[in-house]
């Protein structure tokens, strides 16, 4: 035994071969976190020392290699000072340069995920030799920042810079063979054969059959291209990048490509010192704050949702009630996830038009080469079409997406109550009727939830569990359980007008319409809200949603919240709504839509809305900043946001924020409303909501920002 840790273990295997295991004691995956660090940094004192060893592989005894650096610990560490975070990530990279200096060859074994750090502990070996089954990549400017132990560094020297940046900046991580290719690893084998191809290729160094000191060396080194190649190289891949992600929203990607344009030219040692000023830089973002907090909410959301899931009935076969755009949506999502499902409809070209919907989407990922034919068959097989409920008896669990009648829901709702088995979960994907309401048509309130999906339903990963008023916890558990099971992000909310999502949304929509009023342009506001982040500014997003369900939504919001939701003018959405303009599904609403090459609707300017608006726009027409429409709007939508963890609809911060990245697009390098509004600084939170105060009760600050600001406290520890 050289190294007994119990994060690491270093022992001798044979002919003077050592075996590095990360091998983290009651954890589920190896991660460097401060421990690892410490005991990597012990194992190479002992390395050094140690005189009977004549080559080293690295290898895991757990189903992933190294997962990457322990992201709990970034919300501390990038608490320190941009100086002492470099100097942080300079210390952890010298057990990394002493660990590639050692005298003799190192072979990665890499049986699993080798991602972040994980990767980068492989390319201070001389060779990487990597299971079939395994993922290799740098996917840290996902959350940020960028590779910060040398993996900038080395991979240009390795791979080439092409490779590296697009690995680096798109963060995507790899399989076996496109590593291969990218000569990321040397050699890929079958999981059974990894160690002994490790040990085959460590023997071949040793022997000198392979020249494993210039393989090295080519890491220690700048990268072998001259000025122009490396011109080139730079320029062709900041266009490709920064065509994906604007570097403004997303920094990460632009601080990497500037580390590596500084160090290319460099030696190791000093390279890394450029790659850890850089990687400083980016940690200490906004958008790393917002990024890294995401990643964290998202586990706290999939924790809630196991443990939400505890007291699940077994779900062996669903139904879904309706197979309009959302049942249809419903059936496809579920058996596309291997779960058989009965759509029922009471009209047949429905069900026509749901299977036609479910074939469309399969057909597209056997183009694509995702998806066989036979399995697109075995997956359509999953959904049985019928017009009467004949097989309900053994289903459990129905999910109503009939039209949003509170009269059909109900019947529908008792109706099929009778059919089924007493302990049959009845889920309603309403968007705004009142779950407890519904309830009162049951005989057995208990079982019934909400469950609300999002348009498109195969694509919108947010689905909101709502508990009514006598919703059992193993109906919500059961639900939550079906909802993961479908590949979905369950959150579980609590009964009220619009439940979370459209609760929040309305205001945000209510704030628009007031602009409108006063004079602003849809367009130009569409325009600043999507520079601000959002996928698609109010007027698009309403155009897209159906400005009938914007009404409709509407007039529910404003008997639920008078005193914020009810306007007392007519508003534009409304306006044109009475004219007939639906949105995209009929070809106008604030634009024109017109179908492009690939039959897809296309927005276009129409002169016949603002003719149609300046009926509803104040005779004094104002103009508005920039910043005024940001802020009118982001008031609204961030105080209803805190408003619904004030009255309890949503447990958490980060529960809240992540429902609004998932639910409505809100922009994810902003972290969610109650990131936005730390970041911001909750005084000056404060002080935009008195001076927006006079424009309604939207606007004003809840209670609960008022009692956090005065006790100096925010939603995220972090800020
Ligand atoms: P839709 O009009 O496309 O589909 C409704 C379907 O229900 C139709 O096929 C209709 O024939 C069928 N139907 C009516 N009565 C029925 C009955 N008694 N038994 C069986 N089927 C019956 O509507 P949709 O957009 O799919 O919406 C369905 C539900 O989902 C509504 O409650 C809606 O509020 C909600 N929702 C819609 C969206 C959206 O963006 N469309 C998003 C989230 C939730």
């Known amino acids: 035994m050289v190294y007994q840790g119990n994060r690491i273990t270093v022992t001798m295997l044979e002919d003077g071969i050592a075996n590095m295991q990360y091998n983290a004691e009651n954890e589920s995956v190896n991660k460097f976190d401060t421990e690892t660090n410490k005991q990597f940094a012990e194992v190479v004192n002992a390395l050094e020392k140690a005189d009977d060893i004549k080559g080293l592989i690295v290898t895991s005894s757990k189903g992933v290699f190294i997962a990457g650096a322990d992201i709990t610990e970034f919300v501390a560490s990038f608490k320190q000072s941009e100086e002492e975070i470099k100097d942080w990530v300079i210390n952890i990279n010298d057990a990394f340069n002493r660990f590639e200096d050692l005298p003799f060859p190192k072979v990665a074994a890499i049986n699993g995920a080798a991602l972040g750090g994980g990767c980068e502990m492989t390319l201070v070996c001389e060779y990487r030799v990597m299971s079939d089954k395994a993922i290799i990549g740098l996917p840290e400017t996902q959350l940020g920042i960028f590779p910060g132990f040398g993996g900038t560094v080395r991979s240009t020297r390795v791979i080439g810079i092409d490779n590296a940046l697009e690995l680096i900046a798109t963060g995507t991580p790899k399989k076996a063979l496109d590593a291969l290719k990218l000569g990321l690893v040397d050699a890929t084998v079958a999981a059974d054969d990894l160690q002994d191809a490790a040990v085959d290729l460590v023997k071949k160094c040793i022997s000198g059959e392979l020249d494993w000191q210039a393989k090295r060396e080519e890491k220690l080194v700048p990268v072998k291209l001259n000025q122009l190649e490396q011109a080139m190289a730079f320029n062709s891949a900041k266009g490709m990048i920064f065509a994906k992600a604007n570097p403004k929203q997303y920094p990460a990607p632009a601080l990497a490509i500037a580390a590596i344009e500084k160090h290319v030219n460099l030696p190791r040692d000093k390279a890394i010192e450029v790659e850890a000023a850089g990687f400083a830089k980016a940690a200490k973002t906004p958008q790393a704050e917002s990024l890294v907090g995401l990643f964290l909410s998202d586990q706290l959301v999939k924790k809630l949702a196991k443990q939400h899931s505890k007291k699940a009935h077994e779900i062996n076969e669903a139904a879904v009630l309706g197979?309009?755009?959302?049942?249809?949506?419903?059936?496809?999502?579920?058996?596309?996830?291997?779960?058989?499902?009965?759509?029922?409809?009471?009209?047949?070209?429905?069900?026509?038009?749901?299977?036609?919907?479910?074939s469309k989407l399969l057909g597209k990922m056997v183009d694509r080469g995702k998806m066989t034919p036979a399995k697109m068959g075995e997956t359509l097989s999953r959904i049985r079409p019928t017009l009467n409920y004949g097989d309900f008896a053994e289903t459990d669990i129905v999910i109503e997406a009939v039209v949003e009648n509170p009269n059909v829901k109900r019947a529908v709702l008792k109706e099929v109550e009778g059919l089924v088995k007493d302990d049959c979960i009845l889920a309603s994907n309403t968007s705004t009727i009142s779950i407890t309401f519904l309830a009162e048509a049951l005989e057995r309130p208990e079982n019934f939830v909400g469950m609300h999906f999002f348009n498109p339903v195969n694509r919108m990963p947010l689905v909101e569990v709502i508990r009514g008023e006598k919703s059992s916890e193993e109906a919500i558990s059961t639900t939550v359980a079906l909802a993961t099971k479908m590949g979905k992000v369950p959150v579980v909310v609590n009964d009220c007008p619009g439940f979370l999502v459209n609760r929040v949304l309305f205001p945000y929509f209510g704030a628009f319409d007031l602009l409108l009023k006063q004079g602003a342009d849809f367009a130009h506001v569409d325009k600043v809200m999507e520079k601000f982040g959002w996928p698609m500014g109010p007027a698009y997003l309403i155009d897209v949603v159906g400005l009938d369900t914007g009404v409709h939504g509407a007039e529910v919001m404003a008997e639920g919240f008078p005193d914020r939701m009810k306007p007392d003018y007519k508003g534009a959405i409304e306006l044109l709504y009475e004219n007939k303009r639906l949105g995209q599904k009929n070809g106008v609403g604030f634009y024109k839509y017109e179908m492009d090459k690939r039959g897809k609707p296309k927005k276009v300017a129409d002169e016949a809305t603002y003719e149609l608006l300046k009926t509803t726009t104040d005779s004094d027409k104002q103009t508005f900043e920039d910043q005024a429409i940001i802020d009118r709007t982001m008031l609204a939508f961030c105080n209803e946001t805190v408003r619904c963890l004030e009255d309890n609809i949503v447990s958490t911060p980060s529960e809240a924020d992540m429902a609004m990245i998932m639910g409505v697009g809100f922009p994810p390098f902003r972290g969610g409303p109650c990131r936005y509004i730390d970041q911001m600084g909750l005084d000056n939170y404060l002080a935009l909501c008195e001076k927006y105060a006079y424009l309604g009760k939207a606007y004003e600050a809840p209670q609960k920002i008022r009692d956090m600001a005065a006790a100096g406290e925010t939603f995220y520890a972090t800020a």
Do not use: F, R, T, V
């Open 323 to 358: 197979a309009g755009i959302m049942g249809g949506g419903i059936a496809y999502q579920a058996a596309s996830k291997g779960l058989p499902i009965i759509m029922k409809d009471i009209k047949s070209e429905q069900l026509d038009l749901g299977m036609g919907e479910a």
